[in-house]
């Protein structure tokens, strides 16, 4: 899937922001918090800011690049489970997800396989690629994973209201 668009179902896709929509853009103040990041590869094609110093978007496909540094990750929620286990099998990086802990992909990617979660208190307001604040929240919680003790570090320190949750240490 190379099209960027998000079909969602489920969470988040009723009374939300992410209803009928296709990029949801990373709130900045994340960003600023938790980066800087050396790639991001399921970057926006139209972005009004930059998430990495590297960005891999469509037609380009960072599913299948090599993927090298820092990682930032707010992937297509269709494929959830495919780009949390790159970035597991990675093992630097921190991924944006919504906080589905009863699914396979969470058990398989975050439980099993991340260093640390932090639980996003409330909900959030993503934004749409000409940077404006989406009106309406994402219509369920998300959770901040980080995978490598660096950005379990990052995660534990940021400032963000949530819960912080430790899964693995070196
Ligand atoms: C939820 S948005 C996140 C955008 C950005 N990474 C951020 O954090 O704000 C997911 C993005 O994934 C991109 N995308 C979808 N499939 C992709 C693929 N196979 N390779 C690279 N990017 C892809 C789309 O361009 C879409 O904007």
Known sequence: MVDGIMTLTGIGSHHSARRGSNVWLTPPRILAVLGPFDLDPCAAIDRPWDTAREHIAPPDDGLTARWTGRVWLNPPYIAVNR????????????????????????????????????????????????????????????????????????????????????????
Request: glycine share 12%; with cysteine; hydrophobic share 45%.
């Open 83 to 170: 780009w949390l286990s790159k970035l597991a099998a990675h093992g630097q990086g921190t991924a944006i997800v919504f906080a589905r802990t009863d699914t396979r992909w969470f058990d398989a990617a975050v439980w099993e396989r991340a260093t640390a979660v932090l639980f996003l208190h409330g909900r959030l307001h993503f934004y749409m690629p000409d940077g404006s604040r989406a009106a309406g929240n994402a219509g369920g919680p998300s959770c901040l994973v980080a995978y490598g003790t660096r950005d379990a570090d990052r995660l534990a320190t940021c400032g963000m209201a949530g819960k912080f949750v430790p899964l693995r240490t070196s």
